[in-house]
C-alpha cells in the first residue's frame, strides 16, 4: 500500500495544487480516465470545505490530505482539525453566520456525494475527515 501525503496552509489558492497532485497519484495508481474529472472536483470541493472550516474558525494548522493506493482501489482522505459539534446544532450564542455556514458545508457534502460512490465522513472533537474511494484497474500485463 503506496500513500503519498500533502499538507499545505488553509489557503484557498493551494486547493488548486491539490487537485492537480490527487487526479496525478489516482492516474497512476490506475483509476480509469474517464473519472480523474470527478477525482479532482471531489478533491477540490474537500480541500475548499476543510480550507473554509480552518479560516471561519481562526485555525492555521495545515490541511491534511493522503492519497492511499491500495491493491483493488484508490482513496483520498482530506482531514480537518476544525472540533465538529455533535448531534443538536450550534451551541447557544453561535455566530450569526452559523446557519449560513453549515449550509453551505452540507451542500459541499452533497456534491461530494453526488461526485464519488463510496464517500465516509467522520467529524469529531479533534476534527474531520472525508474519504473518498475509487476502484483501479489493474495495469495490463506485458505480452511477451
Not at 11 to 39: I, K, N, Q, S
Not at 72 to 87: L, M, N, T, W
Request: net charge negative.
Amino acid at each position: 500500500m503506496a500513500t503519498v501525503e500533502l499538507r499545505f496552509s488553509a489557503l484557498p489558492e493551494h486547493v488548486r495544487t491539490a487537485r492537480l497532485v490527487a487526479a496525478a497519484v489516482a492516474r497512476r495508481a490506475g483509476v480509469d480516465e474517464a473519472v480523474l474529472d470527478e477525482v479532482r472536483l471531489a478533491v477540490g470541493e474537500a480541500c475548499s470545505r476543510a480550507v473554509g472550516l480552518h479560516q471561519s474558525v481562526g485555525i492555521t494548522a495545515p490541511v491534511k490530505v493522503a492519497l492511499i493506493e491500495e491493491e483493488k482501489q484508490f482513496s483520498i482522505e482530506v482531514g480537518d482539525e476544525v472540533p465538529h459539534a455533535h448531534a443538536g446544532g450550534p451551541a447557544d450564542g453561535a455566530a450569526p453566520d452559523a446557519d449560513v455556514e453549515a449550509e453551505e458545508d452540507e451542500m459541499g457534502l452533497a456534491v461530494i456525494s453526488g461526485l464519488v460512490d463510496d464517500v465516509e465522513v467522520t467529524t469529531g472533537e479533534h476534527g474531520g475527515l472525508i474519504r473518498m474511494t475509487w476502484p483501479t484497474t489493474p495495469p495490463a500485463a506485458a505480452i511477451a
